[in-house]
């Protein structure tokens, strides 16, 4: 079966910008998680949708983070405008159940901000 | 805040059983270690996970001290592929996210 699909895999933008994260989960996987790890710092959760619904938003950072899975399969993270904090791994993780059995992770998109 | 404490770095040479500790003194009944490896450029890879017992598949074995404060994740035979990042992670199965610490950077050597 296919994996945890992102895309782009990377992306360059300047301060400012607005950028848009895609992630495509395994398909069938009600469960779709958003983490993000910064320059020298750990990974960390951002939301977990269960089908199109948030289940858990605790980790977004700010306003200026919208995640949205419309329909239920993929999902979009946009950073408008995006700040040079901002810059780090985007991952993006599916689960079928709740997650016993482990989340599978895509690649992850690398962000710069300029 | 993660809830493990794990060594920083540790080195294994090519073929020999890699030992990873983790401290979780602090678990509740109700947690379960997790292991995770993020090999450079990829997200992160589901390794094992057990409640009390020892478990064993396909990629490693995870051993459960029996009251629960630490756990050894063990490659029986590593190879280089096997280098990477290892985060042991205790997670409450109502959690539904991970809380990753900094991890165990394991080298394979040739």
């Known amino acids: 079966e296919a994996g945890v699909t992102q895309f782009p895999s990377h992306s360059v933008i300047e301060k400012g910008q607005t950028v848009t994260l895609r992630c495509d989960p395994i398909?069938?996987?009600?469960?779709l998680y958003w983490y993000r790890r910064v320059m020298g710092k750990e990974i960390k959760f951002l939301l977990h949708?269960?089908?199109?619904?948030?289940?858990?938003e605790s980790g977004m950072p700010n306003n200026r983070f919208l995640a949205e899975r419309t329909g239920g399969t993929y999902s979009t993270l946009k950073v408008q405008p995006a700040e040079l904090e901002d810059s780090g791994v985007y991952f993006c993780?599916?689960?079928?159940?709740?997650?016993?059995?482990?989340?599978?992770f895509g690649s992850g998109t690398r962000l710069t901000v300029v | 805040d993660a809830k493990t404490t794990q060594p920083p770095s540790m080195d294994c040479a090519e073929g020999r059983a890699a030992n990873l500790p983790c401290n979780h003194s602090?678990?509740?009944?109700?947690?379960?270690v997790y292991w995770y490896r993020q090999i450079h450029s990829q997200g992160p890879q589901y390794i094992i996970h057990?409640?009390?017992n020892n478990e064993t598949n396909e990629m490693a074995s995870l051993i459960i001290t029996e009251d629960r404060k630490s756990s050894t994740l063990i490659l029986p035979h590593a190879t280089l592929r096997d280098t990477a990042v290892y985060y042991c992670?205790?997670?409450?199965?109502?959690?539904?996210?991970?809380?990753f610490g900094q991890g165990t950077r394991l080298t394979i050597n040739p």
């Open positions: 993780a599916s689960s079928q159940d709740n997650g016993y059995y482990g989340y599978t």
């Open positions: 398909s069938g996987h009600d469960n």
């Open positions: 949708f269960v089908k199109e619904s948030k289940q858990d």
């Open positions: 602090t678990i509740s009944g109700n947690e379960y």
């Open positions: 057990g409640l009390k």
């Open positions: 992670i205790v997670q409450d199965q109502g959690a539904q996210k991970l809380v």
